[in-house]
């Protein structure tokens, strides 16, 4: 069974805390793959240990990096609250109304009144301007893309890459590929989804385990007996 991506066992070997930089993530993780590449170890005996903890190491980033192309931030970063956005009137004055000098001469004392009348109107309108405004500054925007997909592909998300459905006990490898799409390590009976996979047994599903931090479409992490 796959473990689980513990992301504190990840940043305890970088050496850095959960709020970061994402350029200080990366450069810790680079030092830390220059430190046990096999390559370096050559003809010692701690080469098999330092293969296994590069491969640990190298899962644990790749499914970091996958959470914060979801979610903006890496895993354990504060979440950054949006700043309101202050309601704004605009301060021009309200339009003087045309008076017909004889029709002021004939009705001056009802002047007062229309005038008292034009500036509730006009209030309320900026107000709702105002509103409008805030409501359309604080509309959600449409789901974010893969900084490394072409948005004009029709591959652009991952919604249109993969039609919806939900894995179940006995599928083929085809139906699988229809719902989960290509996985990132394919082995010969088993396929790794990140952190999470999918086990086949002559060409077809027996079991499968669903991280949290990149779930498969099922209805629950490990299939129901």
Same mark, same amino acid.
């Given at each position: 069974?796959?473990?689980?991506?513990?992301?504190?066992?990840?940043?305890?070997?970088?050496?850095?805390?959960?709020?970061?930089?994402?350029?200080?993530?990366?450069?810790?993780?680079?030092?830390?793959?220059?430190?046990?590449?096999?390559?370096?170890?050559?003809?010692?005996?701690?080469?098999?240990?330092?293969?296994?903890?590069?491969?640990?190491?190298?899962?644990?980033?790749?499914?970091?990096?996958?959470?914060?192309?979801?979610?903006?931030?890496?895993?354990?970063?504060?979440?950054?609250?949006? *700043?309101? %956005?202050?309601? @704004?009137?605009?301060?021009? $004055?309200?339009?003087? /109304?045309?008076? &017909? =000098?004889?029709?002021? +001469? !004939?009705?001056?004392?009802?002047?007062?009144?229309?005038?008292?009348?034009?500036?509730?109107?006009?209030?309320?309108?900026?107000?709702?301007?105002?509103?409008? *405004?805030? %409501?359309?500054? @604080?509309?959600?925007?449409? $789901?974010?893309?893969? /900084?490394?997909? &072409? =948005?004009?592909?029709? +591959? !652009?998300?991952?919604?249109?890459?993969?039609?919806?459905?939900?894995?179940?006990?006995?599928?083929?490898?085809?139906?699988?590929?229809?719902?989960?799409?290509?996985?990132?390590?394919?082995? @010969?009976?088993?396929?790794?989804?990140?952190?999470?996979?999918?086990?086949?047994?002559?060409?077809? +599903?027996?079991?499968?385990?669903?991280?949290?931090?990149?779930?498969?479409?099922?209805?629950?992490?490990?299939?129901?007996?």
């Amino acid at each position: 069974m796959a473990h689980e991506t513990d992301f504190l066992d990840l940043y305890g070997k970088l050496r850095l805390e959960p709020g970061c930089s994402l350029d200080e993530f990366k450069q810790a993780y680079r030092r830390n793959v220059a430190l046990w590449h096999p390559d370096r170890r050559r003809g010692t005996r701690a080469d098999a240990i330092a293969a296994a903890r590069l491969q640990r190491l190298t899962a644990q980033y790749g499914a970091a990096m996958d959470f914060y192309r979801r979610h903006g931030r890496l895993p354990g970063a504060p979440v950054v609250a949006q *700043a309101p %956005v202050a309601e @704004t009137v605009s301060a021009e $004055p309200a339009a003087m /109304p045309r008076i &017909d =000098p004889v029709a002021s +001469v !004939a009705s001056g004392a009802e002047a007062p009144a229309r005038a008292r009348r034009v500036a509730p109107r006009w209030w309320f309108g900026a107000v709702l301007l105002g509103i409008g *405004a805030v %409501v359309w500054s @604080t509309w959600p925007d449409g $789901p974010e893309s893969d /900084p490394g997909e &072409d =948005p004009g592909s029709p +591959v !652009a998300t991952r919604a249109d890459a993969v039609p919806t459905g939900t894995l179940a006990l006995g599928m083929s490898p085809d139906e699988v590929l229809a719902i989960e799409g290509e996985p990132t390590r394919r082995g @010969t009976d088993r396929w790794e989804y990140g952190p999470s996979w999918v086990r086949f047994e002559g060409d077809t +599903v027996v079991d499968w385990h669903s991280s949290p931090l990149r779930a498969l479409r099922v209805g629950s992490s490990r299939p129901r007996p």
